[in-house]
């Protein structure tokens, strides 16, 4: 279970009396997290900066009735994805994901692998093209579907953990998993069609 | 005997560290005979390990500024007092 810091717990009674200085405190302390959190989610910055308004103003509203149960970054979390998700919700439907069978490679009827899969983790960590590759791994985040955009950012951008990332979206750690390991291989898939087409500044496999 | 089809299913766990050492042991197996397996759960691995610095969390200044005064003025003027609604209500103009 989550305990509550002392740090926090000080916060937390300051914003409940209203105390001008908290707020401060409260941005300094939060804006980066909901921010990034923010950009992730919604993939522009126009949005990311209504979100994270909302966010704060959502948190100095509520903070009286929020009872401590969680600790205060997973219920900032909490808000901060609900606000993102109810704008993604407006924009146009981007249909679900294909099932997992088939964003992993073909399979025969023997169950054996009936594909040639091209290996491109071998990129150097300073390589100029680096910073390509990484464009093009945003631009797939932003192609995946709300729902499993939300797991993705929280698990493997922010780094929460599995129980902290059901508590925040309310989902089961099943349902979790599996919109976690889709959206993983959606973005893998993406990404060797990537290496496949024009192979940046990857070594030989032999090399 | 492990099969291509079976490294799917458990991909995830395999990645997290969560599969029964006996189940890991003989995916490992499988993919020191498998090259296709072996890039599919490298480049699997890799996806996470790249998504790690898609991190950026930086707020322009002057938004910073500009979100800490507009909540500032939000918290001084709630809540409102028995007083101030009365105010509201009858008192504009009066005085």
Redesign the interface.
């Known amino acids: 279970m989550n305990r509550i810091s002392t740090g926090d717990q000080a916060l937390i009674r300051r914003l409940k009396v209203r105390d001008e200085t908290a707020v401060g405190e409260l941005m300094t302390q939060y804006h980066a997290k909901v921010m990034g959190l923010a950009l992730r989610l919604t993939g522009n910055r126009q949005d990311a900066e209504e979100v994270l308004q909302d966010v704060f103003w959502t948190v100095v509203q509520k903070i009286g009735g929020f009872r401590e149960e969680s600790s205060l970054s997973t219920w900032i979390y909490r808000i901060a994805t609900n606000v993102a998700l109810m704008k993604l919700r407006k924009r146009p439907k981007i249909e679900e994901l294909p099932l997992d069978e088939e964003l992993g490679p073909k399979i025969t009827g023997e169950g054996m692998i009936a594909e040639t899969v091209t290996d491109w983790s071998n990129l150097p960590d300073g390589a100029a093209s680096r910073k390509e590759w990484m464009q093009h791994l945003e631009e797939a985040v932003r192609r995946l579907p709300p729902e499993y955009r939300t797991v993705f950012v929280l698990r493997d951008v922010e780094g929460l953990s599995a129980e902290e990332a059901c508590k925040i979206l309310n989902l089961s750690i099943p349902a979790l998993k599996s919109r976690l390991h889709r959206a993983r291989l959606f973005l893998r898939k993406e990404m060797a069609d990537v290496a496949e087409t024009r192979p940046i500044g990857m070594r030989s496999p032999h090399a | 005997m492990l ?7 458990l ?3 395999y990645a997290e560290g969560l599969l029964e050492l006996s189940v890991h042991k003989e995916l490992d197996r499988h993919l020191s005979d ?7 759960v ?7 390990r ?10 322009p200044p002057e ?2 500024e500009k ?2 005064s ?3 003025a ?3 003027e ?2 409102k007092t028995l007083w101030d609604r009365l105010r509201s209500r009858f008192g504009r103009g009066c005085c």
């Open positions: 099969k291509c089809r079976d490294i799917n299913g991909l995830h766990d498998c090259p296709g397996c072996l890039a599919f490298k480049t699997y691995k890799e996806t996470i790249l998504s790690k610095d898609l991190r950026t969390g930086e707020m938004l910073q979100l800490e507009f909540l500032k939000k918290l001084a709630k809540p």
